[in-house]
């Protein structure tokens, strides 16, 4: 190994060793700060929130813009940082309004449900009521 290497961080984007003083930690890597960026629009990632998309980060506003998950009740996109309820592929905001028996209104958070392509009902009568 290079002496220089256990001196100075190397930056997990462009390979070469960093000797700025400023310099990002993110992922358990070192980066320059200009080679931490957000992959959508090339904005600095240093110091604000980011989240992982395919092993690449984005910054919160291209996430919430490109890649935030829909949700099935208002079908608005899903702030990456509230909670929200996942099944399968499906999301729901954790709110009273959003995940609700498809039949009957019922709020089913916390509650036992049956889901059913995309749809989520509180028993099998409202599943039954649904499909005829
Ligand atoms: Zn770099
Ligand atoms: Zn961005
Ligand atoms: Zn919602
Ligand atoms: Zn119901």
Same mark, same amino acid.
């Given at each position: 190994?290079?002496?220089?290497?256990?001196?100075?961080?190397?930056?997990?984007?462009?390979?070469?060793?960093?000797?700025?003083?400023?310099?990002?930690?993110?992922?358990?890597? $070192? +980066? @320059?700060?200009?080679?931490? /960026?957000?992959?959508?629009?090339? %904005?600095?990632?240093?110091?604000?929130?980011?989240?992982?998309?395919?092993?690449?980060?984005?910054?919160?506003?291209?996430?919430?813009?490109?890649?935030?998950?829909?949700?099935?009740?208002?079908?608005?996109?899903?702030?990456?940082?509230?909670?929200?309820?996942?099944?399968?592929?499906? $999301? +729901? @905001?954790?709110?009273?309004? /959003?995940f609700l028996c498809s039949c %009957?209104?019922?709020?089913?958070?916390?509650?036992?449900?049956?889901?059913?392509?995309?749809?989520?009902?509180?028993?099998?009568?409202?599943?039954?009521?649904?499909?005829?």
């Amino acid at each position: 190994r290079h002496y220089c290497d256990s001196e100075k961080p190397r930056c997990a984007g462009c390979d070469e060793l960093i000797f700025s003083n400023e310099y990002t930690h993110a992922e358990g890597q $070192n +980066w @320059h700060l200009k080679h931490f /960026c957000c992959f959508d629009c090339d %904005c600095v990632l240093a110091g604000v929130v980011y989240l992982m998309v395919n092993d690449k980060p984005v910054c919160k506003s291209c996430y919430v813009k490109n890649h935030a998950a829909i949700c099935q009740g208002c079908h608005n996109a899903i702030d990456p940082e509230v909670q929200r309820v996942t099944y399968n592929n499906f $999301n +729901w @905001h954790a709110a009273q309004e /959003c995940f609700l028996c498809s039949c %009957c209104s019922k709020c089913l958070i916390g509650q036992r449900f049956i889901p059913e392509e995309g749809m989520v009902f509180c028993s099998v009568e409202c599943k039954e009521k649904m499909r005829s």
